[in-house]
């Protein structure tokens, strides 16, 4: 009889040690399947950004203009060069598409009175450089540091002339998110030299004369915008 109860004791003891294994196995498991779970929350890598831009266009002729609207929009992706869940991590940033619409506007004497000139100037181009990711599964947010080349067209308009040429642009600034939305700084600088595209065709009845070119431009500013991560 306390052979049979012994072997009782020992049985219970042995189911009740692997229970207690078994539930921490599982519960280890889960730990890390949560973390792993929310660092992919903090780790989507494609984005979509809108938002405003204020920049500069310095004209080599020495007149510089400052924008009156500016818009933007653009969508890209990151490559990281680890797929493992970690606070800091780096790799390739890719915007595939970034649009820009610019509005400037000049006031200058003409007689009596006060002209206004526009410009309306729109860039179309794509960015790759590199950037800097920092994530906390933790507190849900991650931010990331970049810098990016961004080849393109700059297109501008003025006064039904139109001028465009290929486009030199660096692009450098930071987001921050929570989630899958946040926000984004960046300061934009560059160069363009613009040609003839087309121009108004009644020249012989407006006495104007055909323009030759559009003045060389260097731009710079700020653009901040509204981030969706996915």
Same mark, same amino acid.
């Given at each position: 009889?306390?052979?049979?109860?012994?072997?009782?004791?020992?049985?219970?003891?042995?189911?009740?040690? !692997?229970? +207690? &294994?078994?539930?921490?196995?599982?519960?280890?498991?889960?730990? #890390?399947?949560?973390?792993?779970? @929310?660092?992919? %929350?903090?780790?989507?890598?494609?984005?979509?950004?809108?938002?405003?831009?204020?920049?500069?266009?310095?004209?080599?002729?020495?007149?510089?203009?400052?924008?009156?609207?500016?818009?933007?929009?653009?969508?890209?992706?990151?490559?990281?060069?680890?797929?493992?869940?970690?606070?800091?991590?780096?790799?390739?940033?890719?915007?595939?598409?970034?649009?820009?619409?610019?509005?400037?506007?000049?006031?200058?004497?003409?007689?009596?009175?006060?002209?206004?000139?526009? !410009?309306? +100037? &729109?860039?179309?181009?794509?960015?790759?450089?590199?950037?800097? #990711?920092?994530?906390?599964?933790? @507190?849900?947010? %991650?931010?990331?540091?970049?810098?990016?080349?961004?080849?393109?067209?700059?297109?501008?308009?003025?006064?039904?002339?139109?001028?465009?040429?290929?486009?030199?642009?660096?692009?450098?600034?930071?987001?921050?998110?929570?989630?899958?939305?946040?926000?984004?700084?960046?300061?934009?600088?560059?160069?363009?030299?613009?040609?003839?595209?087309?121009?108004?065709?009644?020249?012989?009845?407006?006495?104007?004369?055909?323009?030759?070119?559009?003045?060389?431009?260097?731009?710079?500013?700020?653009?901040?915008?509204?981030?969706?991560?996915?």
């Amino acid at each position: 009889m306390k052979r049979f109860l012994l072997v009782l004791v020992l049985l219970y003891s042995v189911s009740a040690m !692997y229970a +207690q &294994v078994t539930k921490r196995v599982f519960t280890v498991k889960e730990s #890390v399947g949560s973390r792993n779970q @929310l660092y992919e %929350n903090v780790s989507r890598k494609s984005y979509l950004n809108v938002g405003y831009q204020r920049l500069t266009m310095k004209q080599s002729g020495g007149m510089e203009l400052k924008s009156n609207l500016g818009l933007l929009s653009s969508v890209g992706k990151i490559y990281l060069l680890s797929n493992e869940p970690k606070i800091f991590d780096c790799g390739i940033d890719v915007v595939w598409a970034d649009l820009n619409y610019i509005n400037y506007q000049l006031e200058f004497r003409e007689s009596k009175y006060v002209a206004q000139k526009t !410009y309306h +100037q &729109v860039d179309i181009g794509m960015q790759g450089g590199v950037i800097f #990711v920092f994530r906390s599964a933790s @507190l849900g947010f %991650n931010a990331r540091v970049f810098v990016r080349y961004m080849p393109g067209f700059s297109a501008m308009c003025v006064d039904e002339d139109w001028y465009g040429n290929y486009a030199n642009f660096v692009v450098a600034g930071s987001s921050l998110s929570f989630g899958s939305f946040g926000i984004g700084v960046d300061y934009k600088w560059g160069i363009c030299d613009y040609a003839v595209l087309n121009w108004n065709v009644d020249n012989e009845e407006d006495g104007r004369d055909v323009p030759a070119s559009f003045p060389s431009s260097r731009y710079s500013g700020i653009r901040a915008y509204l981030v969706y991560h996915f």
